[in-house]
């Protein structure tokens, strides 16, 4: 069973970083494409970044690109965001999910499995 576990996130001023972890229960051999999805008040959920099972490939937003990176520690089943140079509308409730598809889908309701969610806020 696929259980996810963000931890990672806090307060922080402008220009600072902040690195979420996703930690996946699962430890079978099956690969899973993860992303990180975030959402702020009053606003739909949106696509950040992700990652394909293999590793092979990466998928960011316009918004976070050249600042947001997504990584993986396939030993420790964890996938990373590395926040760099952070800004106020960066603020939002931040969500990693995961599938099982061949292909990475920048939607979220192609993912199953997500995690609870941990606050990123990033002061002026």
């Known amino acids: 069973q696929v259980q996810l576990v963000e931890s990672g996130g806090g307060l922080v001023q402008a220009g600072d970083s902040l690195k979420l972890s996703c930690a996946n229960s699962d430890r079978t051999s099956k690969g899973y494409n993860v992303a990180w999805f975030r959402q702020a008040p009053g606003k739909e959920r949106e696509f950040v970044a992700a990652m394909h099972w293999s590793g092979g490939s990466t998928y960011y937003a316009d918004s976070v690109k050249g600042r947001f990176t997504i990584s993986r520690d396939s030993a420790k089943n964890t996938v990373y965001l590395q926040m760099n140079s952070l800004k106020p509308e960066d603020t939002a409730l931040y969500f990693c999910?995961?599938?099982?598809?061949?292909?990475?889908?920048?939607?979220?309701?192609?993912?199953?499995?997500w995690g609870q969610g941990t606050q990123v806020t990033v002061s002026s």
């Open positions: 999910a995961a599938n099982s598809e061949l292909y990475v889908d920048l939607k979220a309701p192609m993912y199953v499995y």
